[in-house]
């Protein structure tokens, strides 16, 4: 997971554990799949060259890598841990050079990429983390960096614009993470994911639906629409005019 600061929490158990991430989004599967059909699917036929943004363990990735043959993909992480169970998960996508594990901060790395340097940017419940403006920075060199026509493609945790309904939504959630890490003895884990999820909904954290997509149009994206979306989970696709 990319990071901003210090206090990135994927550096710690949830980074090591983060399996358990089907527990905290069940329809986290549904998502990366969704994710690596629409890159599959754009421009078939065509070689290309792809990033991906908070490759985590390397989940979203493999969905990315195996859905499109003609894909040669940088996947970048700032938690070591995560990285660690990525470069296990996709041996074989690696020694085979179709992927790049990198370890950086996503911002920092974007900045230092040439214009018109890739055709396809991916991420998968990554960008919700980080903060509002640092967000729109990563929107903005996404943009600079893809080609013309260029796909961008972002499965998230999305919050409801209804405050009433999303606040419904985490209530609903907070109880299910409860009932299942009890059940597992992991309430040290459940703690971790809590203490992030009020990061996530914090002021300067919490990502918006609406005005998130009227962001990227403001910056220049075309296209821009959600082609999945179950509760907070959306995967939302942009291209460069």
């Known amino acids: 997971m990319p990071s901003t600061d210090e206090s990135n929490m994927f550096t710690g158990r949830i ?3 983060y399996g358990f991430l089907a527990v905290i989004c069940p329809n986290v599967a549904i998502l990366i799949r969704n994710l690596g059909a629409a890159v599959a699917a754009w421009k ?6 792809g990033l991906e943004i908070g490759c985590g363990t390397g989940l979203s990735t493999l969905s990315l890598l195996s859905q499109r043959e003609n894909l040669h993909l940088r996947a970048l992480d700032a938690s070591p841990a995560m990285l660690t169970q990525a470069r296990d998960n996709l041996s ?8 790049e594990l990198i370890e950086s901060d996503a911002l920092d790395f974007l900045r230092r990429q040439p214009d018109v340097s890739v055709d396809v940017v991916a991420s998968n419940y990554a ?5 509002n403006d640092y967000r729109e920075r990563v929107f903005a060199e996404i943009l600079r960096m893809l080609a013309p026509g260029g796909l961008f493609a972002n499965g998230d945790r999305f919050a409801h614009d209804d405050r009433a309904r999303h ?5 609903a959630a907070v109880l299910r993470w409860f009932d299942a890490f009890a059940k597992v003895n992991r309430l040290d884990l459940l703690q971790d994911w809590i203490v992030h999820l009020l990061s996530d909904e914090s002021p ?6 609406a005005p998130t997509l009227a962001t990227l149009r403001s910056l220049g994206f075309g296209d821009v629409r959600s082609i999945y979306s179950e509760d907070v989970d959306m995967l939302v696709t942009a ?3």
């Open 204 to 209: 300067d954290h919490i990502m918006y639906r």
């Open 239 to 241: 291209t460069k005019h």
């Open 44 to 49: 078939p036929g065509v070689a290309v060259r």
């Open 167 to 171: 606040l419904a939504s985490t209530q």
């Open 92 to 99: 074989d996508y690696v020694a085979a050079g179709r992927v």
């Open 15 to 17: 980074g090591e554990e």
């Open 127 to 131: 960008i919700h983390n980080f903060h």
